[in-house]
């Protein structure tokens, strides 16, 4: 989740901190979206935000696929943290626009996530246009 890109929404979480989902993956299609994926770890942030923000920040046309799914995550001291995320179902075939995958990168180095993901979101290919 990026703050800056909340921000020109109108969104300011009350509160944000970087978070660890085990047992899932990210993959685009062409957004990003979560599958579960034994083993692998998902690198991000969770924000608090009031019911109102949720629902514009979800009502736009790009993000209508999106369903709220409920989850657990780790957060930085390790504490466990009941959270609602979104997902899509992905589709085959489907990249990200390079301009939206360094969106998602800048997003991750900003939040200091390991260089293992860091490195991982590099390696995502991406349409050719």
Known sequence: ???????????????????????????????????????????GAV?????????????REDMKPYHPVNIEVATKGDTRVPVQTYISKPSAGQKPSVEYLQRVIRAAENLGLPQTYLAKLRRTQTTQI
Do not use: C, H
């Not at 009350?14 to 692998?40: R, V, Y």
């Open 47 to 59: 924000a608090e935000l009031s019911r109102t923000q949720a629902q514009t920040l979800y009502s």
């Open 1 to 43: 989740m990026d703050r800056e890109f909340l921000r020109t929404l109108g969104v300011v979480p009350k509160t944000f901190e970087t978070a660890e989902l085990k047992n899932w993956s990210i993959t685009f299609s062409p957004l990003a979206t979560l599958i579960q994926s034994k083993g692998d770890s998902v690198y």
